[in-house]
């Protein structure tokens, strides 16, 4: 029975202390700086550091929120930001409680009559149509599905030099029910003309500055995603209403896509001829480079796209980083999650000697192209000693995850590097 110690960063402050003394340092010393044995250390990459000493420092900020879950961890408070550790995302529907916050301006009070919350699709349409949510509800069929919603720049605190923004590590992502109608039953029953080709869309969050004449964030997207029947304008989370925090009345839900086109308090919907141009549009903004650009350069981002199905990534879900285990624990009963990638997530693959071999985990399917993939395995170890759990996805064109964040941008977008968990057995 794997055991959490009082408090997993208790090995990374200890550790952090010695960290000076390992720039060059040999296996040796980092075995001492430990202070157990790396079994499996002839095989770590020169120049790569034991988890548990590149981490350290000073312990996260954990979240204080009415109705979400105290082990979430704050990146920002202004606006409010807060992601899910890898070891709460270990059910196989993430809870509402445990779903991650991101916020671009001010919390908007809860909606005191929610059917009567106004939901306005415009432009490029036959008739402008002004519907309730009660309507929404009563006109369209409602369907429910289990997708991902990630936020655009998850895993951009790996990249070097660090991305612009939230320094996310993988936890800008959940996995969640979600239920409402399909946009596109709505863009048509507004009726598209031929000229139709792009939407934007915003909700009622005002700015962080408190400007009326400015929006919080406005994002757009092509027509063939937002007609695409996942995408979704939701009312329910797990069977539940959607929680104020989470865009409750009412917001739209993008899956696969950055999270950012999944426009909370959802307002209005902007059918148009040419892209949307709203703030979250251009320049570096969710775009990512089609060839490669020198880390830490300036760009204007023009020969840039933007960043359109988040890439294929891996969670250890279980158990968590920095686990203490009895000595003599010979298996480690591993969970996981994989998601992300246009085509699906092909196979998870696991490794506890720093990638030198990795072992296929077995999958859960999902439930459909936007779920992700639960996995198990049970691995085993050969000693006592300092291990890492390292996952990496490949999706079903042979991309797999990269050892260390690639393909480097200003604002950080795209990072899916392996993940790695540190446990410690004896
Ligand atoms: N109105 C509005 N919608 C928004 C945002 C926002 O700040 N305001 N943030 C976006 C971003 S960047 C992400 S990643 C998701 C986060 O959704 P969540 O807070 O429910 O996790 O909402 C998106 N929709
Ligand atoms: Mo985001």
Known sequence: MPMRTEDPDMLFDRAAGRRGLLRGAGLAAMGAALGMAMPFGRYLPQGML????????KGPQLLDYPGKDKGLVVLGDKPLVAETPEYLLNDDTTPADKFFIRN????????????????????????????????????????????????????????????????WTNGGIGCAEWTGVKLADVLHAAGLKDSAKFTGSWGTDPHLSGD??????????????????????????????????????????????????????????????TPHDGQGMGGTSYRVPVTPIVPGSSNDGKSFRDLEAMP???????PANGTKLAAGTRSLALRGAAWGSAV????????????????????????NPFDWVRWTHAMPLPSDGYFEVWSRAT?????????VAANWNPQGYGSNPINRIAVLVG
């Open 395 to 403: 999706d079903r064109n042979g991309v797999t995850q990269p050892i």
């Open 104 to 167: 671009n301006g001010q919390i908007p009070d809860a909606a005191k009559d929610p059917d009567g919350w106004k939901i306005t699709v415009e432009g490029e349409v036959d008739k402008t149509l002004e519907l309730t949510l009660g309507q929404l509800k009563q006109r369209f069929p409602a369907q429910t599905h289990r997708m991902v919603l990630e936020c655009g720049g998850n895993g951009r605190a790996f990249f070097t030099p660090p991305g612009r923004g939230n320094q």
């Open 344 to 367: 699906g997530v092909a196979r998870v693959e696991v490794s506890v000697d720093f990638g030198q071999t990795w072992q296929q985990a077995a999958m859960t399917p999902p439930r």
């Open 312 to 318: 294929i990534r891996s969670i250890v879900t279980a």
């Open 212 to 273: 009326p004449a400015k929006r919080a964030i406005s994002r757009g997207n092509v027509l063939a995603k937002s007609l695409e029947p996942h995408t979704m304008i939701v009312w329910a989370m797990n069977g539940q209403p959607l929680p104020n925090i989470n865009g409750g009345p009412v917001r739209l839900l993008v899956p696969g896509w950055p999270g950012s086109l999944s426009t909370k308090w959802l307002s209005h919907v902007l059918v148009r001829a």
């Open 50 to 57: 034991p988890l548990a000493l590149a981490q350290g420092g």
